[in-house]
Nanobody, 129 residues
Framework: QVQLVESGGGLVQAGGSLRLSCAASGRTFSRYNMGWFRQAPGKEREFVAAIRRSGSTTYYADSVKGRFTIARDDAKNTVYLQMSSLKPEDTAVYYC??????????????????????WGQGTQLTVSS
């Protein structure tokens, strides 16, 4: 299993921008599909964005489409979540997650937490109004 460490969270004003990073251990990062999820207090964990192992396909929750961008740098074993036009409702703990895909491009249930076998510890984002 890959080990994941998120960073980049913090306090930002509404309308601002922030970039989260998720660094992965191991030499097979390129074989993992990667996702970002978030969980606000009292709410279930929800899907935010995902990217296939090739980087060729990305997916977004409707609530962040057009404001967030997911990207990966396989040379650095890192996946990013660039967030802009932030809203108070974006406040949550953000988690990155890894789904081992090997060399296949099979079915990828990107929005389902159960699809992912590895999770980071999370990083807090607070957006003030």
């Amino acid at each position: 299993q890959v080990q994941l460490v998120e960073s980049g969270g913090g306090l930002v004003q509404a309308g601002g921008s922030l970039r989260l990073s998720c660094a992965a251990s191991g030499r097979t990062f390129s074989r993992y599909n990667m996702g970002w999820f978030r969980q606000a207090p009292g709410k279930e964990r929800e899907f935010v964005a995902a990217i296939r192992r090739s980087g060729s396909t990305t997916y977004y929750a409707d609530s962040v489409k057009g404001r967030f961008t997911i990207a990966r740098d396989d040379a650095k074993n890192t996946v990013y979540l660039q967030m802009s036009s932030l809203k108070p409702e974006d406040t949550a703990v953000y988690y990155c997650a890894a789904d081992y895909a090997g060399t296949s491009y099979g079915t990828y249930y990107y929005s389902s937490p159960s699809e992912y076998g590895s999770w980071g510890q999370g990083t807090q984002l607070t957006v003030s109004s």
